[in-house]
């Protein structure tokens, strides 16, 4: 069954750093659009992060020069590295894939939490 498998959410002080990753099983991260997303009970869920097959990323204004996403072929995972970390960047976040290319398909995580705290 496909998986992917959230990590390295915790609990980290304003202006810190965190690297979320997102470790793949049974696809290819190399072969599917990958991205982060985060959701909070007063927001909907928002596209944080992402990279396309191509290796074209976009970023949420809010997290622009902050926040970096990467692909790594060879441990197949996605990672998101976080930096200056804020009150406002608390939230659940999820890695999501998808395939473009036929048969079409989007896989989610179970989500890792991230607290910002000041």
């Known amino acids: 069954q496909v998986q992917l498998v959230e990590s390295g959410g915790g609990l980290v002080q304003v202006g810190g750093s965190l690297t979320l990753s997102c470790a793949a099983s049974r696809i290819s991260v190399s072969g599917y659009d990958m991205a982060w997303y985060r959701r909070t009970p007063e927001k909907d869920r928002e596209l944080v992060a992402g990279?396309?097959?191509?290796?074209?990323?976009n970023y949420l204004d809010s997290v622009k020069g902050r926040f970096t996403i990467s692909r790594d072929g060879a441990q197949n995972t996605v990672s998101l590295q976080m930096n200056t970390l804020k009150p406002e960047d608390t939230a659940v976040y999820y890695c999501?894939?998808?395939?473009?290319?036929?048969?079409?398909?989007?896989?989610w995580g179970q989500g890792t939490q991230v607290t910002v705290s000041s």
């Open positions: 990279v396309t097959i191509a290796g074209t990323t």
């Open positions: 999501e894939a998808d395939r473009r290319i036929y048969p079409t398909a989007t896989y």
